[in-house]
């Protein structure tokens, strides 16, 4: 069977054809910067790789565009949609209405579209507008939906509360969630592997550092604690979320901008984070740039981004009594030595010590061991590779 996962991110859209008999992708490729100018699909298949420099205003029209270079005479790997047996796609929010994978029916439609676009407001509307997309090209294929906050059900429940009215985290449901699941979940999993240990002999601190970041930690090979809370804005700040924000200051600026709760909430989903430290952008690279032409706000969101990252790492070491890996992965993790480098710096008294050649080489698309010989914590590189879980899972359920 071939099962085609997309994972509709905020500004990006990946996706993989994958046999499931061999695991072998068959296609795969990635739309950028989705919704602003110069989007960019980049699609590879039948060994070769084409660029479709084509405007995506939004995620209808790059799905479309994925479905067409699925079939393309270049570089296609399929003749007709029958061919693909079912899609499975990364919902990043199920609240309490989905525990764990979930075939697509009208009801399951509904709820999606209905009860959980508010808790993660810019990628469960993506990831549905995809989903439609699919089923429109695609009526009789069957739909799975896979949620990133399955592999953060094992948080203990002192974890996992807020300190608010039990009853109402019993009523309302208000407690952390978690999200990128499968990334944390197929990071883990692959540093074991790497290290030849099994899961349960280590504790790991990954770090899925992307558009939206969370860092989790995995204490034999279950999370234990993570650092996106009720929805995807909590944490470190990210592209455009604040991160964490005491609550009190959503009130004071709701007044002092003359804005809604809910307008506050959508501020500081969308104009927060770097892009608004810096004011320049939310893509690092720019930030990077920036930074490199002596733009002091581009450095100061770089200083707080690693800075933020790097207090987590200590706080999960402390969370689990110890630390032996570190999990660098997702665009920023897999790509930015410098982020790299002021999370680790400093760690030096919990054993942590950086090849800094090995963190400055480039992303090969393989693991990639960047601490120094002698360092007791081991630091990795490891592409993520969320695709690969969702396929298994979609199968499963199939
Ligand atoms: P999403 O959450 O949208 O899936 P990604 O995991 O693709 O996000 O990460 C997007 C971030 O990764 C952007 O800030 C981008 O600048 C950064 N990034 C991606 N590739 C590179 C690269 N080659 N060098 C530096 N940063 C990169």
Do not use: W
Request: charged share 25%.
């Amino acid at each position: 069977m071939k099962i085609l996962v997309v994972n509709a991110g905020s500004s990006s859209l990946k996706y993989q054809l994958i046999d499931m008999e061999t695991e072998q992708v068959l296609a795969k490729g990635g739309c950028e910067r989705i919704g602003i100018p110069g989007s960019i699909l980049k699609a590879k298949g039948n060994g070769k790789e084409k660029v479709y420099e084509q405007d995506m205003p939004n995620h209808k029209v790059a799905i479309e565009l994925v479905l067409h270079a699925l079939h393309d005479g270049e570089i296609g790997v399929i003749k007709s949609m029958d061919e693909i047996g079912a899609v499975g796609h990364r919902v990043v929010a199920s609240g309490e209405y989905f525990k764990k994978t979930t075939l697509v029916t009208p009801e399951v439609l509904k709820t999606l579209e209905e009860k959980t676009f508010e808790l993660a407001p810019l990628h469960n509307p993506a990831a549905a507008t995809g989903l439609r997309a699919c089923m429109e090209v695609m009526p009789k294929t069957p739909m799975a939906l896979v949620f990133d906050t399955s592999f953060h059900a094992t948080m203990p429940e002192k974890a996992y509360l807020y300190g608010i009215d039990y009853e109402d985290y019993k009523n309302f449901g208000v407690r952390k969630y978690g999200f990128h699941g499968t990334s944390h979940k197929f990071v883990s999993a692959e540093a074991a592997k790497y290290l030849g240990k099994k899961p349960s002999e280590l504790k790991i601190v990954t770090c899925h550092l992307g558009n939206g970041s969370s860092i989790t930690a995995v204490d034999g090979g279950k999370c234990v604690d993570t650092t996106m809370g009720f929805t995807p804005l909590a944490g470190v700040l990210m592209g455009t979320r604040s991160g964490d924000i005491d609550a009190s200051a959503v009130e004071f600026l709701a007044r002092k901008k003359g804005m809604s709760h809910a307008e506050v909430i959508n501020y500081l989903n969308k104009k927060c984070g770097v892009a608004g430290i810096s004011g320049v952008s939310s893509d690092f690279r720019d930030l990077i740039a920036g930074a490199e032409q002596g733009n002091a706000r581009c450095a100061l969101a770089l200083d707080m981004f690693a800075y933020q990252t790097k207090k987590f790492v200590g706080a999960f070491a402390a969370a689990m009594g110890g630390l032996d890996c570190i999990v660098f992965t997702a665009g920023i993790g897999e790509n930015t030595p410098v982020v790299r480098a002021g999370v680790c710096e400093g760690l030096e008294f919990l054993g942590v010590k950086l090849d800094k050649a090995a963190n400055a080489g480039k992303n090969t698309g393989a693991i990639r061991e960047i601490s120094a010989k002698d360092s007791k914590v081991k630091v990795l590189v490891i592409p993520t590779n969320e695709e690969l879980v969702i396929a298994r899972e979609t199968a499963e359920l199939l």
